[in-house]
């Protein structure tokens, strides 16, 4: 069994029961704040169940043998809430549990642009009885404190009915742990504080034992039956769990329908009594807009996405259906995080514990800043209320500035193995980037006087901190870890240098735009160590080492190295990957990416071939960049195969590990691949260029995205591309070096020019790229 092949839906027909792990992640909805994963409307069988609030947790230790000065303590959690998804249905005083009687046909979509999970189910009981349940589950984009459920039965004899509404808390689940204390802190984590049943409506309140953090889930009932009949119902609540009941005799071809208002929230300071005023006054707004206004609501936000953000590819059908799966889910991890991060998982699995990586800033924020800007702009203002956080970190570490973490939920450093977390000072770098990139694609003057040039100042500081003047090699930054998880504590990484360059400058810009952030010796200070920056560069070779003396570490034999040994860091130790040629993932590949201007064209060639052949991607952020990079200098089928990979992650369970949530940084990196790699689109000095080619393996693509608040679509054939504006009046643009302008009266069609022929470059043995 595997999923349809068609273009606005992922669609699984049959139960798969060993199978659910996977489809729960794949069929999770979210909206930034709510996370629902795809489980059964009756809780069972399953696979890892889940419902996630952005930036709830809980707290742990973190492990240690041997303790060390400036180590991260504590450890942070995502926790799985009050579920509310559960609907039981009885027929005839038999539960429908999948697993037993006949499920004659069974079937369920994730639709893209109605943004809902439908499922269709014909169920026969094992004394013969059959009915028909339809459900449709959503996670508003519009009001962000809400999720419902529409539940229909439709009963082919006649029949009682029985249904169960439940909100369910602390339920048990298979902890996905090698941590006992892990284990520890989820093991029934929230106490309660409060309930409430009265008529249709339920109430739960409770808070995390460590972390403290209070939360309430709500749910409110419409019930309905073809013909009137007499209903009845009945509602009850203990400390963690709250039932709703629906009991009715239900003629054959006549149907019991039941909707489902849930309301969530959560806070670290508000009180029991406002979170449950909160959430009671979200569902007396959905109730109040009521289902056909929810879904109506849901599919306006969508087609308003999807007018600046499809992607549309002729030659591949299933390649089509995975961009638009990815794109879903991006919209999905950020739509209404509104100043809380995005996860690497999104809300879609407990993966990662939960905790955002400099993955967002570069992966995902790209994808948002140009398709849904206002999403972007609360990711980069979480960064900025946690300053105080990444302040105190540099402190811890004799720094000045802002030391963001490797990964967090609430802006602390969580990471338990420093060369890998606090050595990456690039996630600094990172952020100041995705804030530049931001102000240049929205030109948002309140963001860079409110919060921009303060995140760029402080992480300004933190580089002059940590790097220094030498008179042989410029400005140096030494003892650093860069994006590649396979070399540790190195010296002026390239990449670390470059985005701490462009750092540096884009601060000394924000503060003479803002006056009163930093002194004018400050700024110059900036420039001066910007202009300096060392950047390694291996003559003999002609290639630019990751970091200093890379290209001279011994090589990794990848020959011997059979395949059940990937990914390398689970069965070979770190110290001997880490003065090796074995790049766990892009870069200095990345660097060529985010800092292509900082590369002529042939250097981008001779790098990119070097480190393909040493690159093997143990991490799924790697395919999207080596795509673009592929695509650039004219390797077209490997970027195609490269694309395919990023955009096949998740839905082919490419890394064994879908289970515990879909991969962000991938999903985006498909859009990336299409969009940056085969449509060449580069935004350095905040100038938005073009340079798209089309690979032999389709046969047209295109793509929208905004740019200062004008809306355009690209149009990519083999021959020529068609420039268009979807919504504003004019844009400027370059298209392979040629100034074009497009208005909103002519379209634009220019010539693309071909390809170089180039041999393809070797990538490690046993690592090509991989479709299924």
């Not at 809300?347 to 990586?357: I, Q």
């Not at 996630?427 to 980037?433: K, L, M």
């Not at 006087?449 to 220094?468: F, P, Y």
């Not at 100038?687 to 690979?695: D, G």
Request: contains cysteine; charged residues 25%.
């Amino acid at each position: 069994m595997s999923y349809t092949i068609e273009p606005w839906a992922l669609r699984w027909q049959g139960l798969a029961v060993d199978q659910l792990h996977r489809t729960e992640s794949t069929f999770a909805l979210a909206n930034g704040h709510i996370g629902l994963r795809g489980t059964l409307d009756e809780g069972e069988p399953r696979g890892l169940p889940g419902t996630y609030l952005n930036g709830y947790y809980e707290e742990h230790q973190l492990p240690y043998g041997e303790a060390g000065y400036g180590y991260p303590e504590a450890g942070q959690t995502v926790v799985n809430v009050t579920d509310g998804k559960i609907i039981r249905l009885l027929v005839e005083d038999e539960p429908l549990d999948m697993r037993y009687g006949n499920a004659i046909e069974h079937e369920r979509v994730l639709d893209f642009r109605s943004g809902t999970l439908r499922r269709r189910t014909v169920w026969e009981s094992p004394t013969g009885r059959r009915v028909i349940v339809r459900s449709e589950r959503l996670v508003s984009f519009t009001q962000r404190a809400v999720a419902a459920i529409r539940y229909e039965v439709e009963p082919m004899d006649d029949v009682q009915l029985v249904v169960q509404s439940d909100l369910l808390a602390n339920e048990p689940t298979i902890h996905r742990t090698n941590d006992p204390r892990v284990a520890a802190a989820l093991d029934a984590p929230l106490v309660n504080d409060f309930t409430m049943a009265e008529k249709s409506r339920a109430v739960l309140c409770h808070h995390t034992k460590v972390s403290g953090l209070r939360m309430a889930a709500a749910m409110d009932h419409e019930v309905d039956v073809d013909g009137g009949l007499d209903i009845r119902t009945e509602i009850r609540a203990e400390a963690d769990l709250a039932r709703f009941t629906a009991a009715v005799d239900v003629q054959a071809g006549s149907c019991l329908k039941l909707t489902k208002y849930l309301g969530y929230g959560w806070s670290g300071k508000r009180s029991t009594p406002a979170l449950r005023a909160q959430v009671e006054a979200a569902l007396s707004g959905a109730c109040q807009t009521g289902w056909e206004g929810l879904l109506q609501e849901q599919k306006e936000f969508l087609d308003d996405f999807w007018q600046v953000a499809d992607i549309e590819i002729e030659g591949d059908d299933e390649l089509q259906q995975a961009i638009r799966f990815a794109l879903f889910h991006i919209l999905q991890a950020g739509a209404r995080g509104e100043t809380r991060a995005i996860p690497g998982k999104g809300l879609t699995g407990p993966g990662y514990d939960g905790h955002a990586f400099w993955d967002t800033e570069i992966f995902v924020l790209p994808v948002l800043t140009y398709t849904l800007p206002d999403a972007a702009r609360d990711a980069l203002r979480w960064r900025h209320s946690t300053l105080d956080k990444a302040r105190d970190r540099a402190k811890v570490l004799g720094l000045k500035g802002a030391a963001f973490p490797w990964r967090s939920i609430n802006g602390a450093e969580c990471s338990a193995y420093w060369p890998a977390g606090t050595a990456a000072f690039h996630v600094s770098g990172d952020v100041a980037y995705a804030t530049q990139q931001y102000l240049d694609a929205t030109g948002d003057e309140c963001f860079d006087r409110d919060q921009a040039t303060e995140i760029l100042v402080e992480t300004a500081r933190l580089w002059m901190s940590l790097g220094h003047h030498d008179q042989h090699d410029g400005f140096r930054i030494d003892g650093v870890t860069g994006p590649d998880e396979y070399s540790a504590i190195v010296d002026n990484n390239v990449y670390t240098n470059l985005i701490a360059q462009q750092n540096l400058r884009a601060a000394a810009d924000a503060a003479d735009r803002n006056p009163g952030h930093a002194t004018d010796e400050e700024i110059a200070a900036w420039r001066r160590a910007a202009d300096a920056m060392a950047i390694p560069y291996d003559e003999m070779l002609q290639v630019h080492p990751q970091a200093d003396n890379f290209t001279k570490h011994a090589e990794w034999d990848f020959e011997s190295t059979p395949p059940d040994k990937y990914p390398l860091l689970l069965h070979f130790p770190y110290f001997d990957l880490y003065r090796r040629q074995v790049v766990k993932q892009a870069d200095l590949v990345l660097a060529m990416h985010v800092r292509g201007d900082a590369f002529t064209k042939d250097q981008k060639a001779r790098n990119f071939a070097y480190y393909e052949a040493r690159t093997v991607r143990d991490s799924s952020l790697s395919a999207g960049t080596q795509a673009v990079l592929a695509a650039e200098v004219g390797h077209l089928g490997l970027a195609f195969d490269y694309l395919v990979e990023a955009a096949y992650t998740d839905l082919h369970d490419l890394h064994d590990n879908v289970n515990n949530g879909l991969h962000m940084a991938s999903l985006a990196g498909a859009w990336m691949a299409l969009v940056a790699g085969f449509g060449g689109m580069r935004d350095h000095g905040g100038e938005l260029t073009f340079a798209p080619r089309l690979p032999e393996s389709l046969t047209r693509f295109s793509f929208r995205m905004c740019f200062r608040g004008t809306r355009i679509s690209v149009d990519v054939s083999d021959t020529e591309a068609t420039y268009r504006i979807v919504d504003g009046t004019e844009l400027r643009t370059k298209h392979h070096g040629e100034p074009i302008t497009i208005t909103a009266d002519e379209p634009v069609t220019v010539p693309i020019p071909a390809a170089p022929e180039l041999e393809r470059p070797r990538s490690p043995f046993g690592r090509e790229p991989r479709r299924h």
